[in-house]
């Protein structure tokens, strides 16, 4: 028993399948819906909380796919956390952590929605549990992903006339390098008051990298991403040593390992930070500081989740002291409709920081029951 005298009673996972505004593609992938695997645990209060499991394309992204994520919980996560108390968070960690090895976007799931559910009984923010809030609100990038420039130029155009976006994420490396810088250099000339970074999403070679990156300088791109495989830290630490733009891990840096080792050798010299890759909200919060101490900037990332896993994200982003690059949370709103009915804000060209309860987003049950093909499941013991 702890302090609060709550426990962990229930823990129950769904799936739904989240139809996107438009096809989103990646160098490796291109999804028109977002599965997505929701959690829900209840403490001895009755207190509910919600949590999200990511992934992009199924196993494509990484190697977590929606019925891995759903059956590792199911079967290895929530039985190691029944019974426990509610509010040791770093013992619950632990608990997964024997458990299951990596599965880190289940347990970033399973982590959310202890948080929320939690902060719900409590009557307290999650950022609150976490350090307590240094920021209200984030800077939010939008991602142009379709491949078909004119319908890209539209997009922005869009999003930078309504102050919506202002920073957009070109996603390239599906086509030759020729044809993605042709592309780009359109998109620049159309949105010259606007930043462009672009996320080649592990579709280059080394060499591919010192032949096209002056180029992406010449056109003012302001951050390149993960241009090199995920295991390759050493060529992307010679990536990073000859770019003058800065250079961002994302799928080369999953553990704190792994980050240590790429602060260790300049592979990046900015994180980004990702509930999937960090696998709950308090490594998260230890990557960034990992990666601080190493002196690499941060960066707000993203999976496309809706507003529950955004706004788990933003708990945590809201208590760092500098968040270099703002945040990349627009999940909720290349969802043609979003999961959270209330909680989620955007407005002039930034994403709010949620101040409920727990995540302070309300799941809307009724479409969440309109999407997913299933009830509620839960786990036994
Ligand atoms: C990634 O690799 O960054 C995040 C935003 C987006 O458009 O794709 C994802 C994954
Ligand atoms: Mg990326």
Redesign the pocket.
């Known amino acids: 028993f702890d302090e609060t005298g709550l426990t962990i009673v229930r823990v129950e996972t769904r799936a739904v399948n989240a139809p996107t505004i438009r096809a989103?593609k990646?160098s490796n992938t291109e999804i028109s819906h977002k599965a997505i695997i929701l959690v829900r645990v209840i403490l001895s209060d009755g207190s509910i909380g919600h949590g999200e499991g990511s992934t992009?394309g199924g196993p494509r992204?990484a190697e977590e796919s929606p019925e891995s994520i759903r059956a590792s919980i199911d079967r290895y996560l929530a039985p190691a956390i029944l019974g426990l108390p509610a509010n040791r968070f770093e013992a619950a960690a632990h608990a997964m952590a024997r458990a299951a090895a990596r599965n880190t976007s289940a347990k970033a799931a399973v982590e959310s929605a202890l948080y929320d559910a939690v902060g719900h009984s409590l009557g307290l923010p999650a950022a609150q549990l976490l350090g307590g809030r240094m920021h209200d609100r984030f800077e939010v990038i939008w991602?142009l992903?379709s491949g078909d420039t004119d319908q890209e130029i539209d997009e922005a155009r869009a999003k930078y006339a309504a102050r919506e976006h202002r920073r957009f994420?070109v996603?390239i490396g599906f086509a030759a390098p020729e044809a993605d810088l042709a592309r780009l250099r359109r998109l620049t000339e159309a949105l010259p008051d606007c930043d462009l970074i672009v996320?080649v999403?592990q579709g280059w070679t080394a060499a591919r990298c010192n032949r096209w990156m002056p180029a992406l300088e010449e056109l003012g791109v302001v951050l390149v991403?993960?241009p090199v495989p995920a295991q390759e830290r050493a060529n992307l630490a010679r990536v990073t040593a000859r770019s003058r733009i800065p250079v961002m891990i994302?799928?080369g840096a999953f553990s704190l390992a792994e980050v240590a080792e790429a602060g260790a050798r300049a592979a990046g010299n900015v994180l980004?930070l990702?509930l999937v890759k960090s696998g709950g909200l308090q490594e998260l919060k230890r990557a960034a500081g990992i990666a601080t101490a190493h002196g690499m900037e941060l960066y707000g990332?993203?999976?496309?989740e809706s507003g529950i896993g955004t706004a788990a994200h933003l708990a945590v982003f809201s208590t760092l002291p500098q968040l270099h690059w703002g945040t990349?949370h627009?999940?909720p709103r290349?969802l043609t409709r979003d999961l959270t009915c209330a909680g989620i804000r955007f407005a002039d060209f930034h994403i709010a920081c949620p101040t409920g309860p727990g995540l302070g987003v309300t799941v809307d049950e009724a479409y969440i029951q309109e999407l997913s093909d299933g009830d509620w499941r839960t786990a036994a013991a």
């Open positions: 989103h990646l992009l992204w991602a992903a994420k996603k996320d999403n991403e993960q994302d799928e980004s990702k990332g993203c999976l496309l990349e627009f999940g290349i």
